[in-house]
């Protein structure tokens, strides 16, 4: 079965730093491009980033560019995102997710994990 | 960008109930839209890809219909456990983009 599994969620300041991680098992990590998707509590789903099989193509939503890093480990079949310069509008549920073409796209979500940006 | 426009935003409905709900994109987005569940306080889960393909496992009273700009999903029957909320996206070009969202409630 596909699991992906998030971690590295907690409490920061506003300013602060995080970085994310998914553990994926169950198919073959690096043949997916891969992504991060958010939800603040009580709103709606928003894309974050989404990452090429090899990692040569990363995309952004304007709202974290040049704060956050999507990266991945082919070898180690996890996914990654650092989060700097992190703001109260960054609290969120974070999710790790598949994408690519039909069939891949979002096919497979993490648990989430919760960011929460609060002095 | 392209916005994403669901409607209704919300809607009570009871078991049996036919129940639609429509999204509709700013540009043309080909069938580049993918429709999810969620309940509270879990992750998504997706109902259908590529605008009306059954993602394996779901029942099928769940459809997808629509291309270009307007799509639809459709619940043929409600059932107790499709009481959640209901999100489309699309994934033409980037910035991905979601609906505001469906709340489908208990009437």
């Known amino acids: 079965d596909v699991q992906l599994v998030e971690a590295g969620g907690g409490l920061v300041q506003p300013g602060g730093s995080l970085r994310l991680s998914c553990e994926a098992s169950g198919f073959t990590f690096s043949g997916f491009w891969m992504g991060w998707v958010r939800q603040a509590p009580g709103k709606g789903l928003e894309w974050v980033a989404t990452?090429?099989?090899?990692?040569?193509?990363?995309y952004y939503v304007d709202s974290v560019k040049g704060r956050f890093t999507i990266s991945r480990d082919n070898a180690k079949n996890s996914l990654f995102l650092q989060m700097n310069s992190l703001r109260a509008e960054d609290t969120a549920i974070y999710y790790c997710v598949t994408y690519g073409g039909y069939e891949a796209m979002f096919q497979y979500w993490g648990q989430g994990t919760l960011v929460t940006v609060s002095s | 960008d392209i916005q994403m426009t669901q409607s209704p935003s919300a809607m009570s409905a009871s078991v049996g109930d036919r129940v639609t709900i429509t999204c509709r994109a700013s540009q043309d987005v080909a069938i580049y839209l993918a429709w999810f569940q969620q309940k509270p306080g879990k992750a998504p889960k997706r109902l259908i890809y590529?605008?009306?393909r059954l993602q394996s496992g779901v029942p099928s009273r769940f459809s997808g219909s629509g291309s270009g700009t307007e799509f639809t999903l459709t619940i043929s029957s409600l059932q107790p456990e499709d009481f959640a909320t209901y999100y489309c996206t699309q994934h033409k070009s980037y910035p991905l983009t979601f609906g505001q969202g469906t709340k489908v409630e208990v009437k």
């Open positions: 990452i090429r099989q090899d990692g040569s193509d990363k």
């Open positions: 590529a605008a009306s």
